[in-house]
């Protein structure tokens, strides 16, 4: 039972991987025999594996084809909208009263240092790797919802945060190559994650709220608006 349990989660972790990495792109139907023979394991744990990530809406499965990438819904885009604002704005508070204590800065030195990755992206344009990006984004969140070290928090965050994910971005990217619809809306990321820096460290309290929420709604309104151009 370990050993499979093992795999299971062996098999979860690579595919979660390569979805966070952007190595599966968007609309392409995967077969879970050729991934189980990529790891060389068997298809039993890779198909609870698959499973799973679709319960958790990374992918969806396809009957006797494959699965693709879970295409996010409008229903999706609600609850992740609601989900992230109860979660970074809590986390967002708890630290913008602890500082300037030695723990609240850590953790805004994380979120820093994260938001300096995504600045010198851009600004080195030959380097610029919108996967990077992303990673770099997600590591920005994740360093403010875990001040509070509650493994239930991220849990709760990661449940929701892949819907932003930019696999639609990926392709526009492959296909017509960068976009600069794209690049306006990292630039407009970097200039709302320096304010939720400087407003945590403000300790205004409606600042703090203020810029999650203008932060979290330009992102979701950048997702539909996405999403929608692609269905056309």
């Not at 595919?15 to 952007?22: A, G, V």
């Not at 599966?24 to 744990?45: G, V």
């Not at 992206?121 to 610029?128: A, I």
């Amino acid at each position: 039972m370990t050993d499979y349990k093992a795999l299971n989660n062996i098999a979860y972790d690579f595919l979660r991987n390569m979805i966070y990495n952007c190595e599966l792109e968007y609309d392409k139907i995967y077969s879970e025999t050729k991934l189980a023979a990529q790891i060389s394991i068997s298809r039993t744990p890779m198909r609870d594996a698959l499973n799973r990530l679709a319960h958790e809406r990374y992918i969806d499965i396809l009957p006797n084809r494959g699965f693709v990438l879970h295409a996010p819904t409008e229903s999706d885009i609600i609850e992740a909208f609601h989900v992230r604002m109860m979660t970074e704005g809590y986390c967002a508070k708890v630290v913008s009263n602890e500082y300037p204590e030695p723990l609240a800065k850590e953790t805004i030195a994380k979120m820093e240092e994260a938001l300096q990755q995504q600045s010198r992206l851009l600004e080195h344009d030959e380097e610029y790797s919108l996967s990077q990006f992303w990673l770099d984004d997600l590591r920005f969140h994740k360093a403010l919802l875990a001040h509070l070290s509650i493994p239930s928090i991220i849990q709760q965050y990661e449940s929701v945060m892949h819907i932003f994910m930019p696999h639609h971005l990926i392709r526009d990217f492959k296909t017509h190559g960068k976009d600069e619809k794209v690049l306006l809306r990292h630039r407009s990321t970097i200039i709302e994650h320096t304010e939720i820096i400087d407003a945590l460290k403000s300790k205004d309290k409606t600042r703090v709220y203020s810029a999650i929420n203008a932060h979290i709604a330009s992102s979701m309104n950048a997702l539909r608006e996405r999403m929608n151009a692609a269905d056309k």
